[in-house]
C-alpha cells in the first residue's frame, strides 16, 4: 500500500520559517493536499493540489513539490500556526485516500 | 454556509453494530462526493471510505471493507456510515467529510466528528 512519509516533529521560533516535508514514492504524479488540525478542532485544508491555497488561507502558508517530496512551507510563522499538519494524495491503483503520519508543529 | 452535522456515535461492545448519520446543508449535497475519515484518540488521520455524488461509485480501506457500508440519501441531504461487527481498533473520532468534486479530489469542509468507543 502507498505510504507518505512525514516528520513527527518540527519546531520553530516566531517568525521564523517551518518547513513540513512529505515523501513517498511517485509523488510528483499525484496531487498532494496539506490540512491543518487545531488541538480539540476538526482538520482545515490549507493547501490543495499541490500549492493551491482556500480563501481565507494567508499566503504565509503555501505548498510545493520536488522529486519524491512535496513540502509545507509557513512563512513567519506565528503562535497561532501551532498545530498537527497532514499531507494526502489519492492513490489510484488501490482507490484509497493516503494521509502521511502527521507533523506537530511547536512554536518555541 | 456548509454545515456537517454528525450523529450517532456511543459506546458499543465489539462485534455489535452502529449507523452514523451525516446531515449536510449549505451546498448542493447531491452534487458532491462524501467521505468518512477517522481519527483513533491521540492518533492522525485515516480515510474511511467514500462515495460518489449519486451514490454509485463507493470505495473503502482494506480494513472496514465487508463490515462497513457507506450510503447516501440525496433527498434528506444525509449521509450514513452502517458499521458491522465492530472491532476495537475502530475506536475513533469519525468525521463527515465533503470533497469539491462528484467523486474524490480532497477534504475540503469537515464537520466537527462523532465518537465510537468499541469497548468490552
Known amino acids: 500500500s502507498y505510504v507518505l512519509t512525514q516528520p513527527p516533529s518540527v519546531s520553530v521560533a516566531p517568525g521564523q520559517t517551518a518547513t513540513i516535508t512529505c515523501g513517498g514514492s511517485n509523488i510528483g504524479t499525484k496531487g498532494v493536499h496539506w490540512y491543518q488540525q487545531r488541538p480539540g478542532q476538526a482538520p482545515v485544508v490549507v493547501v490543495h493540489d499541490d500549492n493551491d491555497r482556500p480563501s481565507g488561507i494567508p499566503e504565509r502558508l503555501s505548498g510545493s513539490k520536488s522529486g519524491n517530496t512535496a513540502t509545507l512551507t509557513i512563512s513567519r510563522v506565528e503562535a497561532g500556526d501551532e498545530a498537527d499538519y497532514y499531507c494526502?494524495?489519492?492513490?489510484?491503483?488501490?482507490?484509497?485516500?493516503?494521509f502521511g503520519g502527521g507533523t506537530k508543529l511547536t512554536v518555541l | 454556509q456548509v454545515q456537517l452535522v454528525e450523529s450517532g456515535g456511543g459506546v458499543v461492545q465489539p462485534g455489535t453494530s452502529l449507523r452514523l448519520s451525516c446531515a449536510a446543508s449549505?451546498?448542493?449535497?447531491?452534487?458532491?462526493?462524501m467521505h468518512w475519515v477517522r481519527q483513533a484518540p491521540g492518533k492522525g488521520l485515516e480515510w474511511v471510505a467514500v462515495i460518489s455524488y449519486n451514490g454509485v461509485n463507493k470505495y473503502y480501506r482494506d480494513s472496514v471493507k465487508g463490515r462497513f457500508t457507506i450510503s447516501r440519501d440525496n433527498t434528506k441531504n444525509t449521509l450514513f456510515l452502517q458499521m458491522n461487527s465492530l472491532k476495537t481498533e475502530d475506536t475513533a473520532v469519525y468525521y463527515c467529510?465533503?470533497?469539491?468534486?462528484?467523486?474524490?479530489?480532497?477534504?475540503?469542509?469537515w464537520g466537527q466528528g462523532t465518537l465510537v468507543t468499541v469497548s468490552s
Open positions: 467529510v465533503k470533497d469539491p468534486s462528484t467523486l474524490i479530489r480532497f477534504f475540503d469542509y
Open positions: 449549505g451546498f448542493t449535497f447531491g452534487s458532491k462526493g
Open positions: 494526502q494524495v489519492w492513490d489510484t491503483s488501490s482507490d484509497h485516500a493516503v
